[in-house]
């Protein structure tokens, strides 16, 4: 069964530095997501990807993270300056949009932490 | 802005006991709601869901009924087993059909035997 996976599995970085959160979404999907879940809270909407471009972004992304489809599989989330509280789970997710209720299927996540 | 809220965990039961997860949503227009449950170690599957008001989603012995008049989404299950034991999160999506996701913070159900 087709899934989303994403690497590294846990990332550990120091305060200033750079990341790159990778994800392979499902092969005819279409539609990317990033979320994120700081432990004990929610999970957060942060952006949507569509067609090349950034179809929908939450406060939180702000001018330290920006989105990439860098060839036909791939799909990346940078932070450039990471802060302590960019600790977190990050799923990506993926949708076909065929389905007018919009079905994501999500990754295992990758978890964040910054020191 | 929408939001969902859910019942603070974790919920402990024993095997077989009837589990009830509670989710209230706040939203505009008539979104569509999902129970989303994640096991340890691997992503968020989609477990239910329900597109429209008294619409009643179910997989694998859990049940889920779109309560508009209530705006809830309660999770049970008659007879829960050992293998249940994950988080579940209750979202909900407007219906444009390629929106986000809003989550509730989840609830970790752990059944021992």
């Known amino acids: 069964e087709p899934e989303v996976t994403q690497t590294p599995s846990h990332q550990v970085t120091q305060m200033g530095q750079e990341v790159i959160l990778r994800c392979v979404p499902i092969?005819?999907?279409?539609?990317f997501y990033w979320y994120r879940q700081i432990l004990g809270q929610k999970v957060e909407f942060l952006v949507s990807?569509?067609?090349?471009?950034?179809?929908?972004k939450s406060e939180i992304f702000d001018d330290q993270f920006s989105v990439e489809r860098p060839d036909g599989s791939n799909f990346t989330l940078k932070i450039r300056s990471t802060k302590l509280e960019d600790s977190a789970m990050y799923f990506c997710?993926?949708?076909?949009?065929?389905?007018?209720?919009?079905?994501?299927?999500f990754g295992p996540g990758t978890r964040l932490t910054v020191l | 802005g929408d939001s969902v809220t859910q019942m603070e965990g974790p919920v402990t039961l024993s095997e077989e006991a009837f589990l009830t997860i509670n989710c209230t949503y706040t939203?505009?227009?008539?979104?569509?709601l999902f129970w989303y449950v994640q096991y340890p170690g691997e992503g968020l599957q989609l477990l239910l869901k329900?597109?429209?008001?008294?619409d009643k989603g179910s997989n694998k012995g859990f049940e889920a009924t779109y309560r508009k008049e209530t705006t809830s989404f309660h999770l049970e299950k008659g007879s829960v087993q050992v293998s249940d034991s994950a988080v579940y999160f209750c979202?909900?999506?407007?219906?444009?059909?390629?929106?986000?996701?809003?989550f509730g913070k989840g609830t970790m159900l752990l059944v021992s035997p």
């Open positions: 997710a993926s949708s076909d949009g065929s389905l007018s209720y919009n079905e994501q299927f």
């Open positions: 092969s005819n999907h279409l539609y």
């Open positions: 990807f569509y067609n090349n471009e950034i179809s929908e």
């Open positions: 939203a505009t227009g008539y979104p569509s």
């Open positions: 329900a597109t429209k008001a008294d």
């Open positions: 979202a909900l999506s407007d219906r444009s059909g390629y929106s986000t996701l809003t």
